[in-house]
C-alpha cells in the first residue's frame, strides 16, 4: 500500500521543476504576437502550446500523495496516448499545437436540474485547485506518477444537480478535425466518448484535471479539462471534455465499440485480469530508464482501500 | 556492380546507426520509454527488410537486373540482424533476462508465439547461411525460401497483433505479403521444376 496520508511525505511540484525556465516568456510571446505578422503569430501559438506557464493557485492535498518519485515533466507531456493527435506516442506533442483550448464551454445535458452550457470557469472554482499525486496505470502496461491539479468531480456533480435517474455519467471529447489530425483519420469513431458509474463519478478519487506540475494542462496532456480517474486504465480518463451527459443507462465508450473483448466499461486496473493479447501482472514505469526492472501491478492501481467497495458482488473478471 | 550492392547493404544499416546515436541522446532521443522505442524500432525495420527481400525475388523476375539478383541474401540477413536485435532486446532488456518470465510471457501473449515462430524460421535460415553450410543452403532453395516466407507472414502478423488500432503500415505490409505469396504460389505452379 503506497497511498500515504502524511503530510511530511508531500512533494511540491516547485520543489522538481525550476520555473526560472519558464518565467516571462509569455509576456514576451504575447507582445511578439501584437505586431500581428502571420509568422509572429504562428510563432507564439506554438511557443504557447509547448510552455503554457501559466501558474496556478494550487494546495496540495496531502491526503492523496505518494512516496514514489515523480514523472518528470518532459515525460508526462512528450509520451502520450491522445489518438485525437496521431497515434504515435510523440504526436500529441507534435502535432498538439493548432488546438485552441481557450475560450471553453462545456454543454451539461440530460437527468439534472442545472443543465446548460457553461463557461470553463463556472464549473471550476480556479481558487478551489488542490494537487494531487496520482499513479496512472496504461492499458498497454506501462505507468506514470503524475502530479494533477483539479477539483473532484463530485463538486462540479453537486452544481449541476443531477436527479434520481442519473445513474451514469457520460463524457465526450471536443470533435475538432482542424484542429486535431488524428481525427481526420478513422483511428476511433469520434469523437471519443467515456463513461462512469454515478457512483465512480461521484469518488473523492475521481479528479477533473485543469493543470498538472502547477501549471495550465497543455494540448497533449487535455486541455483545458479532463478526467482522471486514477485506479482504472488511462484511456478511461477522457480528455478535453466538451459535453457531460447525465443518463439512466450505461453510456457507451470509444475502446469498448473498437474492440468489446478487449476493453470494458468499468477497465479497473487488475493485475488478475490479462487484456486478451498481453498480460497485465506486472508494468513498466516510464522513466526508470534502460535497465530498469517491471514492477508488479496493483489491484486498483494502488488504490483498493478507497475504491474496492464499490465493486462488491461484481465480477471483475467478467466485468473487465 | 558491386559497389551499388556495397552501398545499399551500408544504407540498410542507416536505421540501426541513428538508434544508437538516439541511444546516447543524440536527435532527440529515444523519448520517455527508451526499452519500447528500441524494441519498436528494431521490430519495424526487421519487417520491412523481411518483405523487401520477399518483394526482390518478383522484382528480378521481372527486371532480369543483375544488382537484384544478388540482393536477396544480403538484404535477409539485414532483416536478421534487425530481428535478432529486436529479439534480445525484448529477452535482455524488456524481460531482465528472465527465462522463466519469457517462456511465461511467450504462451500467455498470442502475438507473441506468432512473433517467436517467425524468429525461429528466420534464425534456421540464418544459421543454415553461414559458409559451413554453404552446401546445404544451396542445395535446399525451396526449404530456405519456404522459411523466408513462412517468417515473414508470421512477422507481419505478429506486427499486426500487436496494434491496438491497426495502423497504415501495418495494412500496407499486410496487403505485400498477400500478393508476393500468391505470386510465389502462382509462379511455383506454373514452373514446377524450379
Known amino acids: 500500500m503506497s497511498l500515504i496520508r502524511k503530510s511530511s511525505h508531500v512533494i511540491k511540484s516547485s520543489d522538481i521543476t525550476p520555473e526560472s525556465v519558464y518565467m516571462n516568456r509569455r509576456s514576451v510571446l504575447r507582445t511578439i504576437g501584437t505586431l500581428s505578422t502571420g509568422l509572429a503569430i504562428n510563432a507564439w501559438v506554438n511557443d504557447n502550446v509547448r510552455a503554457n506557464e501559466d501558474q496556478l493557485n494550487v494546495s496540495p492535498n496531502a491526503k492523496y500523495s505518494t512516496t514514489e518519485s515523480i514523472n518528470s515533466y518532459e515525460d508526462i507531456t512528450t509520451y502520450n496516448n491522445f489518438y485525437e493527435f496521431g497515434m504515435q506516442k510523440s504526436d500529441p506533442y507534435n502535432y498538439g499545437g493548432e488546438f485552441e483550448p481557450k475560450p471553453w464551454s462545456v454543454k451539461v445535458t440530460g437527468e439534472a436540474n442545472n443543465t446548460g452550457v457553461f463557461d470553463l470557469d463556472d464549473l471550476i472554482n480556479i481558487n478551489a485547485l488542490e494537487e494531487r499525486i496520482y499513479r496512472l496505470r496504461c492499458v498497454e502496461a506501462w505507468s506514470m506518477v503524475i502530479p494533477w491539479v483539479g477539483i473532484p468531480l463530485a463538486k462540479i456533480i453537486k452544481k449541476l444537480q443531477p436527479n434520481l435517474n442519473a445513474k451514469h455519467v457520460a463524457f465526450e471529447t471536443v470533435y475538432r478535425p482542424q484542429q486535431m489530425p488524428g481525427q481526420r483519420r478513422p483511428i476511433l469513431d469520434w469523437p471519443y466518448i467515456e463513461g462512469l458509474t454515478i457512483q465512480e463519478a461521484m469518488h473523492p478519487l475521481t479528479l477533473i484535471a485543469v493543470g498538472l506540475y502547477g501549471k495550465e494542462l497543455l494540448n497533449q496532456n487535455g486541455a483545458p479539462m479532463r478526467l482522471v480517474v486514477p485506479w482504472k486504465y488511462g484511456f478511461k480518463s477522457i480528455k478535453s471534455i466538451n459535453k457531460i451527459h447525465f443518463q439512466s443507462k450505461k453510456p457507451l465508450t470509444s475502446w469498448n465499440i473498437a474492440a468489446p473483448k478487449e476493453y470494458g466499461f468499468l477497465a479497473n486496473v487488475n493485475p488478475e485480469v490479462d487484456h486478451p493479447r498481453w498480460s497485465q501482472a506486472r508494468e513498466r514505469r516510464i522513466g526508470s530508464g534502460f535497465f530498469g526492472t517491471k514492477q508488479p501491478t496493483l489491484m486498483f492501481n494502488g488504490y483498493a482501500e478507497d475504491v474496492a467497495s464499490l465493486y462488491t458482488g461484481i465480477n471483475l473478471r467478467r466485468n473487465f | ?194
Open chain 2, 1 to 194: 556492380m558491386k559497389i551499388i550492392v556495397r552501398i545499399i547493404l551500408l544504407a540498410s544499416f542507416l536505421p540501426y546507426i541513428l538508434l544508437n546515436f538516439k541511444a546516447f541522446g543524440f536527435f532527440g532521443g529515444l523519448g520517455a520509454n527508451p526499452v519500447e522505442a528500441i524494441i519498436h524500432d528494431t521490430g519495424i525495420w526487421g519487417i520491412r527488410f523481411l518483405v523487401l527481400t520477399l518483394t526482390l525475388t518478383p522484382l528480378y523476375h521481372y527486371s532480369k537486373h543483375e544488382v537484384v539478383r544478388t540482393l536477396p541474401k544480403p538484404i535477409g540477413l539485414v532483416a536478421f540482424f534487425y530481428v535478432l536485435n529486436h529479439f534480445l532486446c525484448y529477452a535482455i532488456i524488456d524481460q531482465a533476462g528472465d527465462l522463466g518470465v519469457i517462456v511465461v510471457d511467450i504462451i500467455e501473449t498470442p502475438y507473441l508465439i506468432v512473433g517467436w515462430a517467425g524468429f525461429l524460421c528466420l534464425f534456421a535460415v540464418g544459421v543454415a547461411s553461414f559458409n559451413s553450410f554453404q552446401e546445404w543452403f544451396n542445395n535446399n532453395r525451396s526449404t530456405i525460401s519456404g522459411l523466408v516466407y513462412s517468417a515473414a507472414v508470421l512477422g507481419v502478423w505478429h506486427f499486426y497483433w500487436q496494434e491496438k488500432v491497426v495502423s497504415y503500415e501495418a495494412i500496407v505490409h499486410s496487403i505485400l505479403m498477400t500478393v508476393l505469396v500468391l505470386w510465389r504460389l502462382r509462379i511455383s505452379t506454373d514452373k514446377p521444376s524450379s
